[in-house]
């Protein structure tokens, strides 16, 4: 029996960076399309049925969070991974609050997006390793600076000062 290669719907207003993207992934999935802006996303995204859709978040005439906040009001089924220059935890929250399934940095390698792709198609959630571990640390260190600040030495998890 062949399996179906997945399809993917690459959205990005950077051509270049979009045709080196589609080269990247077209040995391992079936590429439906590729548009430049959000519209042209939502437009494409009921005609081509994609699998995954890679999506950046600043795009002209309508973003990427906006765009796919659309396109889940159109009931569109596709796994969606936010590829993006920018590493801020507050994008990747909103990112996974419109609908998205993976967040994966720009400045990362191929391989990881095409590791991305694959988990999201798992039923899985993504971040890039790059975020993620800023992300860890950072709320790692604000639960620790809260503990110290609210807790008393007889409270669960009071840190001694010492520690």
């Known amino acids: 029996m062949i399996m179906r290669r997945p399809k993917l719907l690459l959205a990005d207003d950077h051509t270049m960076f979009s045709q080196g993207l589609q080269s990247l992934l077209e040995d391992e999935f079936d590429l439906v399309g590729a548009v430049g802006d959000g519209q042209a996303l939502v437009e494409a995204a009921g005609r081509l049925k994609p699998d995954v859709i890679v999506v950046d978040i600043s795009m002209p005439v309508m973003n990427g969070f906006d765009a796919v906040r659309q396109l889940k009001k159109e009931h569109v089924t596709a796994k969606i991974i936010f590829l993006t220059m920018h590493a801020d935890d507050r994008l990747l929250a909103e990112a996974f609050r419109c609908g998205g399934s993976g967040y994966v940095l720009k ?57």
């Open 107 to 163: 400045q990362s390698a191929g391989e990881e997006l095409i590791a991305g792709i694959r988990q999201v198609l798992a039923g899985h959630k993504y971040v890039t390793p790059l975020i993620a571990t800023e992300w860890a640390e950072d709320v790692s260190k604000r639960i620790q600076e809260t503990q110290k600040l609210t807790l008393t030495p007889r409270q669960p998890g009071y840190i001694h000062p010492h520690c």
